[in-house]
């Protein structure tokens, strides 16, 4: 499943929020802070992988994502993310449709140790979760002809410096399957505008839509990234990406002849409010 907190997500679709405390005048003593900040966010990515698993080419995304501090430590979060792709031939040569909605909310509290996370994401697949071609499923069995679900995730970020580390669990509550995954970035910054930002994850799934010859379980895939934000103002950051997505032992059977290429790329731009 999708999910608006998968860590490096779709080229940085959204970005962190800013929020900027207003001029003080020289007689003023205190300064105003937004209580709600966020950002708004378009992207377009030449081919829509997930978790590993192939979903369709040439997708247009549009996202907003809204956090709002509870106490001290301890931060709401609520996000909406929808795709639909234009332009994919599945195996049998026919045009595939996909579209997606995704609404989001979690928890993040601040610890000395780590930041960890509470995500709950609901899920709905307008054409199914295979998609469809000529308003009929593409799937071929139950678990691709999922029209909704939801899941509960888990997820730990630890900085060290310019490193971030990530470790998250997902638990799909359609399918009764977990999926884990492992991920690190660098931020090597270039100029006081633009950064190049490398990242590598890995993914591990029990009963996850996974491949019928892994067992049930296995590793997912490997993705490498490497992702270059710009920001044009205090508030725009463009971000264009290469990304590589290399099936492991649980999904090497799904990635057909629709994944023509485990290289692909893509464009977002957000803007911080």
Request: some cysteine.
């Amino acid at each position: 499943m999708k999910s608006l907190l998968k860590l490096t997500s779709i080229a940085a679709l959204t970005s962190s929020a800013l929020a900027g405390a207003a001029e003080v005048s020289s007689t003023a003593t205190t300064s105003a802070e937004p209580w709600i900040t966020g950002s708004i966010s378009a992207a377009y990515e030449t081919s829509y992988y997930f978790r590993g698993l192939w979903f369709s080419n040439n997708n247009i995304f549009n996202g907003v994502s809204l956090s709002a501090p509870l106490a001290d430590k301890l931060t709401l979060g609520f996000g909406a993310l929808y795709t639909q792709n234009g332009g994919t031939t599945n195996a049998a040569g026919s045009d595939l449709e996909y579209s997606e909605l995704d609404l989001t909310g979690s928890l993040t509290y601040e610890t000395d140790l780590a930041t960890f996370g509470l995500v709950v994401t609901n899920y709905h697949f307008f054409d199914s979760f295979s998609g469809a071609v000529n308003g009929v499923t593409d799937g071929v069995n139950a678990d691709l002809q999922v029209k909704n679900a939801i899941d509960i995730g888990l997820t730990a970020k630890k900085a060290f410096g310019s490193t971030n580390v990530y470790l998250g669990s997902w638990f799909d509550a359609k399918i009764d399957a977990w999926y884990f995954e492992a991920g690190i970035d660098y931020t090597y910054e270039v100029n006081e505008k633009l950064s190049l930002v490398p990242m590598v994850q890995m993914g591990y799934g029990i009963d996850y839509y996974v491949d019928n010859s892994s067992d049930g379980e296995g590793l997912t895939h490997v993705r490498a990234s490497l992702n270059a934000p710009y920001k044009y103002n205090d508030t725009v950051t463009i971000t264009p990406y290469v990304a590589g997505n290399y099936a492991l032992e649980a999904r090497k059977g799904q990635n057909l002849a629709e994944a023509t290429n485990d290289l692909f790329g893509g464009i977002s731009v957000s803007c911080a409010f």
